[in-house]
């Protein structure tokens, strides 16, 4: 608990954080708390009842957090089954919380003595909040939340930490049994998901949950719902709705698959990597569903398998034909597809001085020589830095109007030029 997370350490946010999720708690609430690795170092056995279940003192147990230390190991296992053991004992049935900052260390399994505890009819419900835990090490802990009939959270900062323990608390071993569950995946493999419920014909979310790339579940009374389910890892794949219809007694389950494939696009300007904007829309509904920049590099795009119009366009040039679309391009599931184009283009070089060499102020306009159009403009001051002036252009002909400014302000004159591919233009004008 002493790393760092933006610049403060672990236990001083989960001391903060855990105060205000108990502070939210209705009086007269019964919270027990137990510490583990907080009194000696390297002891398995390091676990101690800080209060029992007849506490109803909130400041008890944000005292008694804020005075802890982290010194030892981990022993989640040995914790979870002193915990569950003393309701058993007790006779009573509560929700458990763990909240830890590392993976078992003490030879532990803590999702078989979970799941053990459920099969000797312990009465509980156990959530477990990770927090700032690598990813990899979180499988055994999801397993455990899982067989305990409650939620793993994946917290990777204090925001993370607070939504965690704030939905946690809020769903106690006194709320109804899960009755409609989600699984989501993508090509074969589970993904992590946001799952909203709304009742039919109103726009309040009523309950909501996650899979963590695993079922998730939430308790639905009888009725009409419709279901918005989300894929939180990076995809431009959308999310998917369904209605469902409740009924007492009867569990519903949705497998929801999120199946795409990918676009790597990639743009040229005379067969070099160049910096173009990409968008693919959906051939059938004609919406975006995905836009990159490319940078002058390959991009990659993922998104529903199906046939897309793709269009491109370059950045820098200037012209007529800096746009390009192509229709009916086919993606298919799992599956990587290269789209790519090449922008033609090149340099025309303007610029404007006096007889002995002196430069001019002048505006350069290009307008294009068979519709008139103008295509690009700017000034070429008095500096060599831009006289003469440089312009990235579409290959073809240009009408190009020079008015001079400044002391030699007056004169105008409109030059014909040509822009041939990866070819330099100069034209040098003398006032």
Not at 17 to 27: D, K, Q
Not at 344 to 370: M, Q
Not at 375 to 382: E, H, N, Q, S, V
Request: glycine fraction near 10%; charge should be negative.
């Amino acid at each position: 608990m002493w790393g760092q997370l933006d610049g403060r350490s672990k236990k001083e946010i989960a001391s903060d954080v855990l105060a205000s999720s108990v502070s939210a708690l209705p009086e007269g609430q019964h919270i027990g708390l137990m510490a583990y690795g907080h009194r000696r170092k390297g002891d398995c056995d390091d676990i101690e009842f800080l209060l029992d279940l007849e506490n109803v003192s909130k400041s008890e147990i944000t005292s008694a957090v804020s005075k802890m230390n982290a010194l030892g190991k981990t022993p989640l296992a040995r914790s979870a089954s002193m915990a569950l053991n003393s309701l058993e004992e007790a006779n009573t049935k509560a929700t458990v919380i763990l909240i830890t900052d590392g993976i078992e260390s003490c030879d532990g399994d803590i999702c078989d003595v979970v799941a053990k505890a459920k099969l000797d009819g312990i009465d509980f419900k156990l959530h477990i909040v990770g927090f700032g835990l690598e990813e990899g090490e979180t499988a055994q802990l999801e397993c455990a939340a899982n067989a305990g009939g409650g939620k793993y959270y994946d917290a990777a900062d204090a925001n993370g930490l607070q939504e965690g323990l704030s939905e946690a608390t809020a769903i106690t071993i006194d709320e109804p049994a899960n009755n409609f569950s989600v699984y989501a995946s993508k090509n074969g493999e589970p993904v992590d998901a946001w799952i909203h419920v709304t009742p039919m014909g109103s726009k309040k979310v009523m309950d909501g949950s996650r899979t963590y790339r695993d079922t998730g579940w939430v308790h639905l009374p009888s009725g009409s719902y419709n279901v918005r389910v989300t894929p939180l890892e990076g995809t431009d794949i959308p999310g998917t709705g369904f209605p469902i219809h409740m009924k007492e007694n009867e569990p519903q389950h949705r497998d929801v698959s999120f199946d795409g494939g990918s676009a790597e696009v990639s743009s040229t300007n005379n067969g070099e990597g160049w910096d173009s904007m990409v968008k693919l829309y959906d051939m059938s509904t004609g919406d975006q569903v995905a836009s990159t920049r490319t940078y002058g590099r390959s991009k990659t795009m993922e998104v529903p398998a199906g046939y897309y119009k793709v269009t491109f366009q370059a950045l820098v040039i200037k012209g007529p034909d800096t746009y390009f679309e192509m229709d009916s391009v086919m993606i298919e599931p799992n599956m990587t597809i290269p789209i790519s184009h090449n922008f033609d283009s090149g340099t025309a070089l303007i610029g404007v001085r006096t007889a002995n060499g002196e430069l001019i102020d002048a505006t350069v306009n290009f307008h294009d020589a068979t519709t008139g159009e103008r295509i690009d403009g700017a000034r070429t001051y008095t500096s060599p830095n831009n006289n003469p002036r440089s312009f990235l252009l579409d290959p073809g002909t240009y009408q190009v109007k020079i008015v001079t400014l400044g002391e030699h302000q007056g004169h105008s004159k409109t030059i014909e030029v040509t822009v041939v591919t990866g070819e330099t233009t100069t034209r040098t004008l003398t006032f």
